[in-house]
């Protein structure tokens, strides 16, 4: 019986040595995965961004030898110094009024473009026959407009151009209307005109030229224009030739000897048409003196403005010796 008693004492020890040891297995393993979790190692990614400069753009020698050409010089066609620049257009034209002179300024020239439209106020398609020439003295190019073109919605305008001064619109004694360009006294240049289409537009184009030459210029008053004499006249006889703003009425023309005792030796009124736009004027004057003389010409409806004066000298009338053969 003690024998038996014995040996279950014995188990019950194992037993619970065996429990404590499983008991310590699982608080181990329980401690071990509560440790692994805190020292897993942590993964840290580190991105380094890397800026590239590239060297700046070197243009090619052909890209960089490119330049603006100026439109007024652009093109072959040919520039002419005086007389009878250029003569365009065609049979069909649909141009019948004048909208607009514009002046733009480029390096070395200067371009002035009219511009046309149709009886119904469209952009004209096309324009009959336009001459153009140029008087080198008084410095007027002058634009001669197709019968077909009677309206003109601007009469005057001044452009701010060392070659160009401004324009007028002139209804013609022939009945036409015409376009004086007047370039800038002493200036010397060279032009060029013609047409270009859709819209129709008529374009001249100036630049400088120091063999033409030099314009001794128009003379201009409040109300009326001198185109002729010129300075440099001689003869007994003169053509006194301009033109006068219109509804400013007669143009009193009147001829002073210039000395000590200054005398009028001519005097004239001229009745222009009459019109919105500058009007033309001519008369012809015969047996002019020898000496110095003034031409003075007024706008009767303007005595207070100022009036265009020449002044030319017909002091000496000898013909001049034939040149050498």
């Not at 243009?59 to 009878?84: H, M």
């Not at 601007?154 to 370039?183: K, P, W, Y």
């Amino acid at each position: 019986m003690l024998v038996a008693h014995l040996s279950n004492l014995w188990l019950g020890k194992l037993l619970a040595m065996h429990r404590s040891l499983v008991l310590l297995l699982i608080l181990l393993s329980a401690a071990g995965c509560g440790l692994a979790e805190q020292v897993a190692p942590t993964t840290t990614v580190t991105t380094t961004t890397t800026t590239t400069t590239l060297p700046p753009t070197i243009p090619t020698t052909a890209e960089a030898s490119i330049t603006d050409e100026s439109p007024c010089l652009a093109g072959d066609r040919p520039f002419a110094r005086e007389g009878i620049i250029s003569a365009f257009g065609g049979a069909n034209g649909d141009a019948a009024q004048l909208s607009k002179l514009r002046w733009a300024s480029h390096p070395g020239c200067e371009r002035v473009v009219v511009e046309l439209l149709t009886a119904d106020g469209a952009p004209a398609g096309a324009i009959d026959p336009v001459g153009v020439d140029y008087n080198a003295q008084t410095g007027v190019i002058r634009v001669s407009l197709p019968e077909a073109i009677t309206r003109s919605a601007i009469a005057d305008t001044r452009f701010d151009g060392e070659l160009v001064s401004g324009a007028f619109v002139v209804a013609t004694q022939a009945g036409t209307l015409a376009v004086d360009l007047h370039v800038v006294p002493e200036s010397a240049l060279a032009l060029r005109a013609y047409e270009v289409d859709s819209p129709s537009r008529i374009v001249i184009d100036v630049r400088p030229d120091e063999v033409a030459t030099p314009v001794v210029g128009a003379a201009v008053g409040t109300s009326v224009v001198l185109l002729s004499p010129a300075p440099d006249s001689t003869e007994e006889t003169v053509q006194v030739r301009g033109y006068v703003r219109g509804e400013s009425g007669d143009v009193n023309v009147t001829i002073s000897r210039m000395s000590e005792d200054p005398a009028v030796v001519f005097e004239t009124t001229i009745t222009p048409l009459r019109g919105n736009l500058w009007q033309e004027f001519a008369t012809v004057v015969r047996g002019l003196p020898a000496g110095v003389l003034q031409f003075e010409a007024t706008a009767q409806r303007d005595r207070a403005g100022m009036p265009a004066r020449v002044t030319i000298d017909t002091t000496d009338r000898s013909i001049p010796e034939p040149p050498e053969a």
